[in-house]
């Protein structure tokens, strides 16, 4: 008999998130479904149970939260004693629409480059504060889940870490020349100046220098987060060698986060994720993948 595999997914009460602990369980695999809201996570579960899927279970995980992550360690160290499959999906834009209704009838059309920022600057309004929150969650908290359950996938056999990015991560978005290079130089990037530089964002970010100095524009913290993910992705691939760390943009779906905007359903979205988490042992790692098809070279310059 086949040994039980266990996968978290992190934001799995909605969208894309749901659907990926969907898409898991129907392949046999043990998940554990984590949302901030209690009751939202517990109302998921049973939606799935209800469906025939029995082998989900929620337990509540809020990513911005020390205390939160923790008690989710405990809660498979007691009950699975490993982790097989890590899916990091919670993460929020990082800005305010003004008016969704304008979103609806063109933001899909006009949020693909910095030189639609001004048509943007109509749509949508991204406070600082909201940027600080959108990296906190999308890189921080993805960061503090990851090296907190590390140790549990370095238990299983087939372990593999799955960070859900976008293709607002490009870094055609950048026009810095010398930040794109240190981006993308992975043999001499390191997670300290990752930290730099998001913190070099911000402070141009607060005082409205994000043009000036070829940062991407709206939504430009939900940009910096992505980028700076996929860097971390390909340092932690490098880190840990025995584990397939890869990242995937789910493209453009109809979700919460984009206003129910989009190309592409839940599930659509969600299939690349799936895959990518169940991918066989000589799959590649450290790579960037668009829905289900491997991207090279990783990024843009």
């Given at each position: 008999?086949?040994?039980?595999?266990?996968?978290?997914?992190?934001?799995?009460?909605?969208?894309?998130?749901?659907?990926?602990?969907?898409?898991?369980?129907?392949?046999?695999?043990?998940?554990?479904?984590?949302?901030?809201?209690?009751t939202r996570g517990v109302q998921a579960v049973e939606k799935l149970n209800v469906s025939g899927l029995s082998n989900v279970v929620f337990h509540p995980l809020d990513i911005k939260d020390p205390t939160?992550?923790?008690?989710?360690?405990?809660?498979?160290?007691?009950?699975?004693?490993?982790?097989?499959?890590?899916?990091?999906?919670?993460?929020?834009?990082?800005?305010?629409?003004?008016?969704?209704?304008?979103?609806?009838?063109?933001?899909?059309?006009?949020?693909?480059?910095?030189?639609?920022?001004?048509?943007?600057?109509?749509?949508?309004?991204?406070?600082?504060?909201?940027?600080?929150?959108?990296?906190?969650?999308?890189?921080?908290?993805?960061?503090?889940?990851?090296?907190?359950?590390?140790?549990?996938?370095?238990?299983?056999?087939?372990?593999?870490?799955?960070?859900?990015?976008?293709?607002?991560?490009?870094?055609?978005?950048?026009?810095?020349?010398?930040?794109?290079?240190?981006?993308?130089?992975?043999?001499?990037?390191?997670?300290?100046?990752?930290?730099?530089?998001?913190?070099?964002?911000?402070?141009?970010?607060?005082?409205a220098k994000l043009r000036e100095n070829g940062w991407p524009l709206t939504p430009s913290a939900y940009k910096v987060s992505k980028a700076t993910l996929n860097a971390y992705t390909r340092l932690m691939?490098?880190?840990?060698?025995?584990?397939?760390?890869?990242?995937?943009?789910?493209?453009?779906?109809?979700?919460?986060?984009?206003?129910?905007?989009?190309?592409?359903?839940?599930?659509?979205?969600?299939?690349?994720?799936?895959?990518?988490?169940?991918?066989?042992?000589?799959?590649?790692?450290?790579?960037?993948?668009?829905?289900?098809?491997?991207?090279?070279?990783?990024?843009?310059?």
């Open positions: 008999m086949d040994e039980k595999r266990y996968a978290v997914v992190t934001g799995g009460n909605k969208g894309i998130g749901f659907e990926i602990c969907r898409q898991l369980a129907l392949n046999g695999i043990e998940v554990i479904l984590t949302a901030r809201n209690e939160s992550v923790a008690n989710l360690v405990k809660f498979i160290e007691t009950n699975f004693k490993k982790l097989d499959i890590l899916v990091n999906n919670a993460a929020e834009i990082g800005l305010v629409y003004v008016d969704e209704n304008k979103f609806k009838d063109g933001g899909e059309n006009v949020q693909v480059n910095n030189d639609n920022a001004g048509i943007l600057s109509l749509v949508d309004e991204e406070p600082y504060e909201l940027g600080v929150q959108c990296l906190d969650i999308n890189y921080y908290g993805t960061k503090r889940v990851t090296e907190a359950l590390v140790h549990l996938l370095q238990l299983s056999k087939s372990p593999r870490l799955v960070n859900v990015s976008s293709g607002f991560g490009d870094l055609s978005f950048f026009n810095n020349e010398k930040l794109k290079e240190e981006l993308h130089d992975i043999d001499n990037l390191t997670e300290e100046r990752i930290d730099e530089i998001i913190q070099w964002f911000l402070r141009d970010f607060k005082d691939a490098r880190k840990y060698q025995n584990i397939l760390v890869n990242c995937v943009s789910p493209g453009y779906c109809v979700t919460d986060m984009t206003s129910h905007t989009g190309f592409r359903s839940a599930e659509e979205g969600a299939k690349g994720p799936v895959m990518v988490a169940l991918l066989p042992a000589d799959g590649p790692s450290g790579v960037y993948f668009n829905d289900k098809r491997e991207i090279a070279p990783f990024w843009s310059m």
